[in-house]
């Protein structure tokens, strides 16, 4: 699942997205309304966390824009601003929940499934294919009706082939989507999930749950 952090503050920007990171989201940080406004065009979001404070506007204004231009995504507001109005303003304008500054990371990761779980549909959130069975929301991951035990980063892939069963993902795709950027991977670290990945989903038959087609990616089958 893809969130968008929209903070200016350099440090607690980074700590959102390391922490967001690892708890198995895709982050995409922006640090203006100007970054944020691009983002949004670029691609959609499951959810949004949204500074009220930006060096080149108001994050209130942005989430006025966004609703009416008729973006949905569910935006969690992130301010130091605790004032009453301002609270009020924000749920007015459309935000789904309100974090004031300072907060715990563990209390923001609990909203955000809490919102997701609110805003999801039960269908698209739970992925099975196999005999393996991902609640996105749960951040659960079952095959053969046992649990699994899956980093973030490993869920996170998983995630990925879960989404496009039977479709070849190039090698660079699938690095961008769990990486956030193919150029920061070394070449061999996907290949070392990969084979993380392959041993938990051991399948009796000949068909094996991860087919390496050489030189392009992988496919789930
Ligand atoms: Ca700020």
């Known amino acids: 699942m893809k969130i968008l952090v929209v903070e200016d503050q350099r440090r607690l920007g980074l700590l959102l997205r390391q922490g967001l990171t690892e708890a198995g989201y895709t982050v995409k940080h922006a640090a ?11 691609t959609s979001y499951d959810a949004i966390v949204l500074d009220l404070g930006l060096p080149d506007g108001d994050g209130l204004e942005l989430l006025q824009q966004w609703r009416r231009s008729g973006f949905n995504e569910p935006v969690i507001i992130l301010s130091a601003r605790d004032a009453v109005d301002d609270r009020i303003k924000g749920l007015d304008l459309g935000a789904d929940d309100y974090l004031p500054k300072p907060f715990s990371l ?4 609990a909203r955000l499934r809490s919102l997701l779980r609110r805003q999801a549909n039960v269908k698209d959130t739970v992925l099975e294919h196999r005999g393996i069975r991902m609640d996105l929301v749960g951040r659960t991951t079952h095959f053969q009706g046992e649990a699994l035990d899956l980093t973030s980063r490993e869920f996170a ?3 990925i082939f879960m989404q496009n069963p039977g479709r070849i993902l190039t090698r660079s795709l699938i690095c961008e989507k769990v990486w956030s950027s193919p150029y920061e ?32 990616g992988y496919k789930l089958q």
């Open 157 to 159: 892939l998983l995630e």
């Open 32 to 42: 203006s309304c100007s970054g944020a406004r691009d983002a949004l065009c670029e």
């Open 106 to 109: 563990p209390e923001l990761l």
């Open 185 to 216: 991977v070394d070449a061999n670290l996907l290949d070392v999930y990969m084979s993380k990945l392959r041993s938990k989903f051991d399948v009796k038959d000949d068909k094996p749950m991860f087919k390496t087609v050489r030189g392009v």
